[in-house]
């Protein structure tokens, strides 16, 4: 819109005119509009007025929705490749948001919170859903670390001191920002914290 806004009267109208013949015409000569070369879907709009040539850059949505991006006076023969570069990121942008707007409405649908998360990550057993259980099941068990030596009463360096690693490790574990084996879970919650734990697969 500012591309539009900021030129004259009578580039505005001829850009005016160009924009119904694309949204009204079936096929339309490549003088107004084409394809541009070496791109995923990404269309130009072709105006020209007087010896200035003007190109703003589309592309197609659901087959028939014309979206318009960065426009421009064309000066050289070549697009620059940074307007195309920049309409491919605008577009990339557009679809993008698209995206998350429709997953917004799909999860304002949902019944329950196991089909919120079947929506947002895919159900049990894709890459984006395991990946989320494994962070999810991770916070809950540095959160119970947490909870099980503030009820223990001790610091996270005496916790370090009984196990033999440093108080800096336990940190990060009940921040979530170190990983931790099995051997190390049982060593922290048995030997440190007198605590038992039971694994229960399912």
């Known amino acids: 819109m500012d591309f539009y806004l900021e030129q004259s009267d009578k580039v505005q109208e001829k850009i005016e005119y ?6 009204q015409v079936e096929r339309i000569s490549k003088k107004f509009f084409d394809h541009m070369e070496g791109t995923d879907g990404l269309y130009e709009i072709r105006v020209e007025v007087d010896s200035n040539i003007f190109r703003i850059f ?9 979206i318009l991006f960065n426009g421009f ?9 940074t307007e195309i570069e920049k309409a491919e990121r605008l577009k990339q942008e557009y679809f993008d948001l698209k995206r998350k707007a429709m997953k917004k409405e799909e999860l304002r649908k949902a019944k329950s919170f196991d089909e919120l998360l ?12 395991d990946e989320y259980e494994v962070k ?5 068990i540095c959160e119970m670390l947490k909870d099980a ?34 051997s190390t879970l ?7 914290l007198g605590r038992e734990i039971r694994l229960t697969i399912i």
């Open 58 to 66: 589309c592309c197609f949505d659901e087959g028939n929705i014309v």
């Open 118 to 129: 079947d929506i947002k990550y895919g159900t049990v057993g894709t890459a984006v859903r």
């Open 186 to 192: 049982f060593k922290i919650f048995e030997t440190g």
């Open 18 to 23: 160009v924009l119904r013949l694309v949204r």
């Open 73 to 81: 006076q064309k000066k050289t023969q070549k697009t620059p490749k």
């Open 136 to 140: 999810a099941n991770y916070f809950i």
């Open 149 to 182: 030596r503030k009820e223990a009463n001790i610091t996270q360096e005496q916790l370090a001191e009984k196990i033999g690693t440093k108080k800096s490790y336990i940190s990060r574990l009940e921040n979530g920002k170190a990983d931790i084996q099995l």
